[in-house]
């Protein structure tokens, strides 16, 4: 079991939950995603489960419960999660008939004579019907059994359901520690350090990007903003290339480098992006903010292009459009 360091405080408690057998009935794991909050749950299960765990509380990964946790196959063991639908798509909700089957299968006592946990990940993705069923199985809890939910927006749960949970207290990461654990998986420490700063110290989304080549695509926005700066370029040849290439990601590389450029001006110095005015610090942070709308636009039926070339249009340096 590896888990990122910052969560050692997290892991600790929950070990010392499951050698004294007084766990909670319901848990709330969390945190935005990126941290770590899924692979702590899922040590927390098979540790719960496994028949001869380590020194350190930590599952040992060779007995026949562990065995079958790494198969997916563990009877003892429920994972919630989206269905796919019959034309072959996951659907976006979990749904009632899921967390009432879930609640029939608790009521059962265990296979193996121990504990039993279910895994409800997305948690925050229940419809409200679905929250009631949770909600009655939580309020008829059995015993030996935990219910985990994970969820990566808590207060898209109803209070209902929170106030039967205890929150697991999941740390955030320093630089120090979101740096090293990305060094420890194989990443050259420019790109580290680049990465972080683009993610704003999330470390999980940090890697997610270094896979993608994000990188590269957030050194291309820089140039595209330098040379709407400089009106070597105009709006509506960017905004079409990168309204056909992920433009979630790049309005929210954008949005950070008019935040980093805003940041530099005020410290006297000449920006990235070939700013040079302090009077541009209050419109590239006017400009931020839009660019965090716009990426919300984008989840709507709008026309992508047409929201970033209004974004765009607006950028601070540009006296025309
Ligand atoms: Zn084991």
């Not at 029939?104 to 409800?120: C, M, N, P, T, V």
């Not at 939580?138 to 039967?164: C, F, G, K």
């Not at 709308?293 to 929201?307: E, F, K, N």
Request: glycine share 6%; aromatic share 4%; hydrophobic share 45%.
């Amino acid at each position: 079991m590896t888990l990122p360091p910052w969560l050692a405080p997290s892991w600790r408690m929950l070990a010392d939950a499951i050698a004294s057998g007084r766990i909670h009935h319901a848990l709330l794991f969390a945190s935005p995603r990126g941290y770590g909050k899924r692979a702590l749950a899922d040590a927390f299960a098979a540790a719960l489960l496994c028949q001869q765990r380590n020194a350190d509380g930590s599952a040992c990964g060779k007995c026949r419960s562990c065995l079958l946790v790494a198969a997916g196959s563990h009877p003892d063991l429920a994972r919630v999660t989206f269905e796919i639908r019959d034309d072959g798509r996951p659907r976006t909700e979990l749904t009632v008939d899921q967390l009432r089957a879930l609640g029939a299968r608790l009521s059962l006592s265990s296979q193996f004579g121990g504990w039993q946990i279910a895994l409800i990940d997305p948690a925050d993705a229940m419809n409200p019907n679905a929250a009631n069923a949770l909600l009655k199985t939580l309020e008829e809890p059995s015993s030996n059994t935990v219910i985990a939910l994970i969820a990566d927006d808590p207060s898209r749960l109803p209070p209902t359901i929170r106030s039967r949970c205890r929150k697991i207290d999941l740390p955030m990461p320093t630089r120090e520690e979101a740096l090293a654990w990305l060094r420890s998986r194989g990443v050259e420490a420019g790109a580290a350090a680049a990465t972080l700063d683009a993610s704003m110290n999330n470390p999980g989304q940090a890697e997610a990007w270094l896979a993608e080549g994000a990188l590269a695509m957030r050194e291309e926005c820089a140039s595209d903003l330098a040379a709407l700066t400089a009106s070597r370029a105009g709006p509506t040849a960017i905004a079409e290339r990168w309204a056909s290439d992920r433009p979630d990601l790049r309005l929210w590389f954008a949005a950070a480098l008019a935040r980093d450029e805003a940041r530099t001006l005020a410290a006297g110095r000449r920006g990235a992006l070939g700013l040079t005015q302090r009077a541009e610090i209050p419109k590239l942070n006017a400009w931020f903010g839009r660019a965090n709308q716009a990426r919300g636009l984008l989840a709507t039926p709008v026309r992508a292009d047409l929201v970033l070339l209004d974004l765009l249009r607006g950028w601070p340096a540009r006296s025309t459009s």
